[in-house]
């Protein structure tokens, strides 16, 4: 079973910021924080991971909680290519290397 | 750089046949996994390949298999096809450990009639 919680769906509107939430309660002290998206048609594509820190990258932003038990992943302008399903995944930090997805979120962006 | 390359895209087969989908990984990546998505059951796991070995293999019936080459291609095989095997299948490669992310291909779409 997946061990992260992700709201269905989420709107937003074109150019304004997106906050996605996860909430992994049960995350362990090895477990890497991964998002991937996916868009219609395509396999899932690797946005950003992040331990303990925050981290940026050129696609978005992730915001960790001190307690790591919930992350948000942040994209600072959305556009209408960011409509998209996102997944929230946990990784474990050793030889781990399947991703266990869930259900994820839903994201229509509105022009 | 070339990305994950999955072959053929689309593919048809009948109940009961068998099929081999191949997975040509990032240059550089050891690491090959393999997933079905399907409507009702999301993205699932079916296995994953580290030099040439199998490291880790999801809840899948043993019809599924897969196998690594010594240049990290991948191939994975469904025997006597049935028709709950229609689905996305999404091959991803990686260097190894929790801290890289994976590249995913764009899959095959495998319909069985």
């Known amino acids: 079973d997946a061990k992260t919680t992700q709201p269905n769906s989420m709107e937003s509107n074109e150019e304004e910021p997106v906050h996605l939430p996860c909430n992994h309660s049960?995350?362990?002290?090895?477990?890497?924080i991964h998002w991937y998206r996916q868009l219609p048609s395509q396999g899932p594509e690797y946005v950003i991971h992040?331990?303990?820190s925050n981290v940026n990258n050129r696609m978005a932003s992730l915001a960790i909680a001190e307690d790591r038990k919930s992350s948000t992943l942040i994209l600072h302008r959305a556009t209408l290519r960011d409509a998209a399903v996102y997944y929230c995944?946990?990784?474990?930090?050793?030889?781990?290397?399947?991703?266990?997805f869930g259900k994820g979120t839903k994201l229509s962006v509105k022009p | 750089k070339a990305g994950v390359t999955q072959t053929p895209r689309y593919l048809i087969k009948t109940r009961g046949q068998q099929v081999t989908l191949s997975c040509s990984p990032i240059?550089?990546?050891?690491?090959v996994s393999w997933y079905q998505q399907t409507p009702g059951q999301g993205l699932q796991f079916l296995f994953e390949?580290?030099?040439?070995?199998?490291?880790n293999k999801g809840n899948f019936p043993g019809r599924f298999s897969g196998r690594q080459f010594s240049n990290s291609r991948s191939e994975m095989n469904v025997s006597t096809l049935e028709l709950g095997d229609s689905a996305l299948y999404l091959c991803?490669?990686?260097?190894?450990?929790?801290?890289?992310?994976?590249?995913f291909g764009s899959g095959t779409r495998l319909t069985v009639v």
């Open positions: 995944i946990l990784r474990g930090g050793g030889s781990q290397g399947n991703l266990i």
């Open positions: 240059s550089g990546h050891r690491s």
């Open positions: 049960t995350i362990s002290g090895t477990d890497y």
């Open positions: 390949y580290f030099s040439e070995t199998q490291r």
């Open positions: 992040g331990l303990t």
């Open positions: 991803a490669s990686g260097y190894d450990a929790g801290g890289d992310g994976y590249t």
